[in-house]
């Protein structure tokens, strides 16, 4: 099994910024992507930015030139870092690891992280 456990929401102003972090510990036999979805009230949960390990990164097209999604896969550590925040932004953030457990011929999974809520206030 794999556990995500993520840090770094909060509260802030129109303008501010936030930094979240996400680490995933367990039987990894090796992480292929990790990144972050969020889910507002009453909406589906969507991309927000993800990273492979080699470096290949997407980002949602809102949060293009504001949010970067930096990683440390030798620690399975991913860092999102969110700036010039929106109130469109506020929502519950999860964090996503796709992996392969214990052996390189076990298929790949997705874990996802309990969410920690972002909030952006006007």
């Known amino acids: 099994q794999v556990q995500l456990v993520e840090s770094g929401g909060g509260l802030v102003q129109s303008g501010e910024s936030l930094r979240l972090s996400c680490t995933a510990s367990?039987?990894?036999?090796?992480?292929?992507?990790m990144g972050w979805y969020r889910q507002a009230p009453g909406k589906q949960r969507e991309l927000v930015a993800t990273i492979t390990n080699s470096g290949d990164s997407n980002y949602r097209g809102s949060v293009y030139g504001r949010f970067t999604l930096s990683r440390d896969f030798a620690n399975n550590t991913v860092h999102l870092q969110m700036n010039s925040l929106k109130p469109e932004d506020t929502a519950v953030y999860y964090c996503n690891a796709r992996v392969r457990l214990a052996t390189p011929l076990r298929p790949l999974e997705d874990y996802w992280g309990q969410g920690t809520q972002v909030t952006v206030s006007s």
């Open positions: 367990g039987s990894i036999f090796s992480t292929v992507a």
